[in-house]
């Protein structure tokens, strides 16, 4: 399976496909941060939302560069789930680099500033909940793409509206006034905790919440694999 993860990852990145996410990434970030300073936690919170859409878009691509006849060969070489599990890593891979752009890229630029007044919550604490928010939401926006992927999907168009249609639904039933917002991923949870601080028990309950849906997610992609070649 590392085989077959290494290969999927170097075809990604020697086809030029990995360079239009993390463009895009480059771009709404500059323009996030261009508008000025703002705390570490709000800056990296309103920075993983976005980046969302962002980072399922690209599990979409990596998945759908592998042609179909090949990606039949590896499920009969390792084993549907197998085959399967190696795409989601890979994926889960590809997203760390953005990550890493995403936490660095407003040091660069100069759009993270300290506390401003008391009781604003330190800039290590900031940091630590900029960063858990992304490798939070990572896992679900690849469970997102991976539904869109034409392995599941079939077809440009279809695939298309799964991606967008997730990422809505993600911002819609995120906002307060939902009464059921754990439909969705916890995309605005995760971003509204990161921006005054919050406690651990609510860290731990919204890393449930984004892990469970992930995981919900990621069933529903295998039990679909499973019915297509």
Excluded: C, N
């Excluded at 990145?13 to 300073?37: D, E, H, K, M, N």
Aim: net charge positive; aromatic share 6%; no cysteine.
């Amino acid at each position: 399976m590392t085989a077959l993860v290494r290969m999927r990852l170097a075809g990604f990145l020697q086809t030029g496909r990995a360079a239009a996410p993390l463009l895009a990434a480059l771009v709404v970030l500059s323009i996030l941060y261009g508008g000025g300073q703002a705390q570490a936690g709000e800056a990296y919170g309103v920075s993983a939302a976005i980046l969302f859409g962002v980072l399922a878009w690209q599990t979409k691509i990596l998945l759908d560069v592998e042609p179909d006849v090949q990606r039949r060969l590896g499920r009969v070489a390792v084993g549907p789930a197998r085959e399967a599990t190696a795409g989601l890593v890979a994926a889960l891979l590809a997203g760390l680099p953005v990550i890493l752009v995403a936490m660095v890229l407003p040091w660069l630029v100069g759009g993270v500033t300290g506390p401003q007044k008391a009781g604003d919550p330190p800039l290590p604490e900031g940091i630590a909940l900029g960063l858990w928010a992304h490798l939070l939401l990572l896992l679900p926006a690849v469970a997102l793409g991976a539904l869109a992927s034409r392995a599941v999907s079939g077809q440009a168009a279809r695939g298309l509206a799964i991606l967008v249609g997730g990422v809505v639904m993600a911002i819609v039933l995120g906002l307060k006034s939902f009464p059921a917002p754990w439909l969705a991923p916890p995309l605005m949870t995760a971003a509204r905790d990161t921006v005054g601080g919050t406690d651990l028990a609510h860290v731990l309950v919204t890393t449930a919440w984004g892990v469970l849906w992930a995981g919900a997610a990621v069933a529903g992609y295998a039990h679909l694999r499973r019915d297509r070649p």
